[in-house]
């Protein structure tokens, strides 16, 4: 009997699969047996995102939907999502929720009711509301899960980040709620530090810039080097596969807490 090849014939439903921590994701379910359903937020990312990834596992058994979490409809959208994965790929075992909007960095002066709204709907409202709509079509059992994303910014606070740090902070106490609210169903997050993905493109970053980001931490991390999509996206196949772990954060920060 296999032990520990524990996500062999599994269904992964990775909202947020089309690139960066979610594509690693959906790459690592593959590899590790799974079958896998990738969202995105529009039907081009969701193409494009399906046909690499067939490129590279020609017999994976992929399927892909767009779902656009920013609406109002969003409950009704994520609704939508499982039934139609359940519908092309058999009832959902794993859950992981990687989709986010550019980072709102601000200054205090800079804040604003409207823009508090607008990255509290897909860091606060969607997660919640991802939780309500895995309690009706998850498998109520340890063997499944839900895993949710936060960030180091939780733990690490930064000038100009306190809008986004009061959400990952927050994001760490519903995983904890939730995992008692959604029980057995397990529920966690994983906390990335500094990883290598599009998200710094999206917030204006020049590649230059990236780069010089890039490798001013890489002499202060103890690993000496960003954290790579491929070793941060282990966390969320390891939350996965653990049966007993709920209520945990998993963090991946190449060594940040320690400088």
């Known amino acids: 009997m296999a032990k520990y090849n524990k996500l062999a014939g599994k269904h992964f439903l990775v909202i947020g699969g089309t690139k ?53 409809t969003v409950e009704q959208d994520l609704d939508a999502l499982f039934a139609r994965a359940k519908e092309a790929q058999g009832e959902v075992d794993h859950v992981v929720l990687t989709a986010a ?22 860091r606060m409202a969607v997660p919640m509301l991802l939780g309500k709509a895995a309690a009706r079509h998850v498998r109520r059992s340890h063997e499944c899960s839900l895993t949710l994303s936060t960030g180091g910014i ?14 990952a902070a927050g994001l760490t106490g519903l995983t ?10 397990r529920v966690n997050a994983v906390e990335p ?13 020049t590649a230059e810039q990236k780069a010089a980001v890039f490798n001013e931490w890489s002499k202060k ?7 790579l999509v491929e070793d941060v996206a282990e966390a969320y196949i390891y939350l996965a596969k653990d049966s007993n772990a709920t209520g945990e954060i998993v963090k991946t920060r190449g060594g940040h807490n320690l400088i």
């Open 20 to 72: 960066g921590i979610g594509r690693g994701v959906v790459e690592g379910a593959i590899e590790a047996g799974a079958r896998v359903t990738l969202a995105g937020s529009s039907t081009a990312s969701v193409s494009k995102a399906l046909d690499e990834v067939r490129a590279a596992y020609p017999s994976a058994q992929v399927a892909g939907f767009a779902c656009d979490l920013s609406k109002d």
């Open 101 to 122: 909007d550019p980072l709102a960095v601000m200054g205090v002066d800079e804040i604003s009711l409207e823009r508090v709204r607008k990255v509290a709907h897909m």
């Open 154 to 167: 939780a733990d690490s606070p930064a000038s100009g980040w306190s809008v986004i740090a009061f959400m």
């Open 176 to 185: 904890r709620n939730l995992a008692l609210d959604l029980k057995p169903l």
């Open 193 to 205: 530090g500094f990883v290598d993905t599009p998200l710094w493109e999206s917030i204006g970053f």
């Open 221 to 227: 991390l103890p690993t000496g080097q960003i954290g």
